[in-house]
């Protein structure tokens, strides 16, 4: 589920965990009724939200395997499954150390492993990259491709357009409360209609006019790119972006380079909601 802070996607995962009673409607998760049959879907699901839920006070160890003794597991068990995840999520040299120790990777790391104790046929991922640094993100981004691969339907809620795109099979996109789109990311980039083209400049003096051919052959506006000697504009099919690099080398402006993109999860948003995914989240 991709949609900006405010949209209601922590609301939908508190609904569908049975955390929050729904005002109206129906939800079902696996068949089961998230109000008539609230214990039945706790056993079937995981949930890993915004904020660790570890103890700070407790070592990784220990807190996986008081969350194994709640789940039923003997002592035995429990200690020998808590080493079997702590390795798997490559915390086993750091087992007997303090949470509170631990980096924030290394915490939600820990965090989605004690929700996987008993595994869950059902994962729900609220944010969990949010206020990670960009390495730690990519360590919970293999995790979630690891858990889809054992079988587990992970269900992630975002905020990052990048993380929907490098993650999902899937997309709903949420703006204000509504699901105003759903499909996989190709078709939502499809559904733009038109992709973009890039051109980089030999001579960066030359991106005035260069903006001025491609603004008149594919009547659209460019946009200017940091690099002084780039600049991009949106295009209808490669046949139009061929016949507008064409003018440009006709009118002697001479290209580095050049490449046609498909609409990025960022431009699907704007097209579908009318404003980027940065200006809803402020709002």
């Given amino acids: 589920m991709l949609g900006p802070n405010g949209a209601g996607k922590t609301t939908t995962i508190r609904m569908l965990a049975t955390l929050l009673r ?33 103890d700070d006070d407790l070592t990784g160890r220990e807190n996986v395997i008081l969350l194994a003794r709640l789940l039923g ?13 702590l390795q798997a999520f490559g915390l086993d040299d750091a087992a ?17 492993a004690a929700s996987i104790v008993v595994t869950p046929q059902i994962m729900f991922l609220d944010e969990p990259t949010t206020g990670l640094d960009p390495r730690s993100r990519n360590e919970v981004w293999d995790i979630v491709r ?27 996109v949420i703006d204000r409360g509504t699901v105003i789109a759903e499909g996989t990311p190709a078709r939502l980039k499809a559904s733009v209609g038109q992709g973009a083209l890039h051109v980089r400049l030999l001579d960066p003096d030359q991106r005035a006019e260069a903006g001025r051919v491609l603004t008149r052959v594919l009547d659209a506006e460019t946009q200017l790119a940091a690099d002084p000697a780039a600049l991009s504009v949106p295009v209808q099919g490669a046949e139009r972006a061929s016949e507008a690099v064409a003018e440009l080398s ?16 960022d431009e699907v948003f704007l097209a579908l909601t009318g404003h980027p995914a940065e200006e809803g989240e402020q709002a």
């Fill in 96 to 112: 007997d150390r303090l949470v509170k120790n631990y980096s924030g990777g290394m915490r939600r790391r820990l965090d989605v």
């Fill in 146 to 172: 690891a858990l889809v691969g054992r079988g587990t339907t992970v269900l992630l809620c975002t905020q990052y357009l990048d993380e929907a795109d490098q993650l999902a099979d899937r997309i709903a």
């Fill in 73 to 85: 597991y003997r002592s035995k068990p429990a200690k020998a499954r808590a080493d079997e995840l």
């Fill in 22 to 54: 729904p005002d109206a409607g129906i939800a079902r998760v696996l068949g089961r009724d998230v109000v008539d049959d609230a214990d039945e879907v706790r056993g079937l699901i995981g949930l890993t939200g915004q904020l660790a839920s570890v």
């Fill in 250 to 265: 006709q009118a002697g402006l001479e290209l580095a380079s050049f490449s046609l993109a498909q609409p990025s999860l």
